[in-house]
T-cell receptor
């Protein structure tokens, strides 16, 4: 069965610092991978997706993620964090029937 | 650009009451989904509908029923609400298999 692990429940970074959010997945076939962001009181917004091809994918708001098959990872990165990036981030793996299995989420706090 | 619309946004119920959460999408998507979100657990799939006229159980279906009323609408019903069903409920929809899911803003449900 598929699963997604986000090892960090909370992360705090200073504004302007770089960011990396970790995601590890378990899935038997080539995965479809996603990162979503959720601001307080809002729904989930897609940041980026990986289906195939180039393992480094670019998303909205300056985010990128790298698919590493050998490590079963799909970590999210941003070179310089802005205060508006404070939110909860979810990694997900897509599988049969276009369904998603989500990780538990990482809450990002940004210090001024 | 309405996307996925959920009603109501907030609801408080007493144990044993019934309730239907409504979801409608205007993107002509075939597939629709209901999730619940609980702290630290990400989003868990309750039910989904791969196409009009079909519904299937997800990871946590107990205590819920669904109806795919037409291609646009997918409702979630709690027949006898329990405190364990206090959660934030999200509806989502998607088109083809390589298209990510689009989420509504959620319904915050409290059961006393």
């Amino acid at each position: 069965a598929q699963s997604v692990t986000q090892p960090d429940i909370h992360i705090t970074v200073s504004e302007g610092a770089s960011l990396e959010l970790r995601c590890n997945y378990s899935y038997g076939a080539t995965p479809y991978l996603f990162w979503y962001v959720q601001s307080p009181g809002q729904g989930l917004q897609l940041l980026l997706k990986y289906f195939s091809g180039d393992t480094l994918v670019q998303g909205i708001k300056g985010f990128e993620a790298e698919f590493k098959r050998s490590q079963s990872s799909f970590n999210l990165r941003k070179p310089s964090v802005h205060w508006s990036d404070a939110a909860e981030y979810f990694c997900a793996v897509g599988h049969a029937g276009n369904m998603l299995t989500f990780g538990g989420g990482t809450r990002l706090m940004v210090k001024p | 650009n309405a996307g996925v619309t959920q009603t109501p946004k907030f609801q408080v119920l007493k144990t044993g009451q019934s309730m239907t959460l409504q979801c409608a999408q205007d993107m002509n998507h075939n597939s629709m989904y209901w999730y619940r979100q609980d702290p630290g657990m990400g989003l868990r799939l309750i039910y989904y509908s791969a196409s009009e006229g079909t519904t299937d159980k997800g990871e946590v279906p107990n205590g819920y029923n669904v109806s795919r009323l037409n291609k646009r609408e997918f409702s979630l019903r709690l027949e006898s609400a329990a405190p364990s069903q206090t959660s934030v409920y999200f509806c989502a929809s998607s088109g083809t298999v390589d298209e990510p899911q689009h989420f509504g803003d959620g319904t915050r449900l409290s059961i006393l």
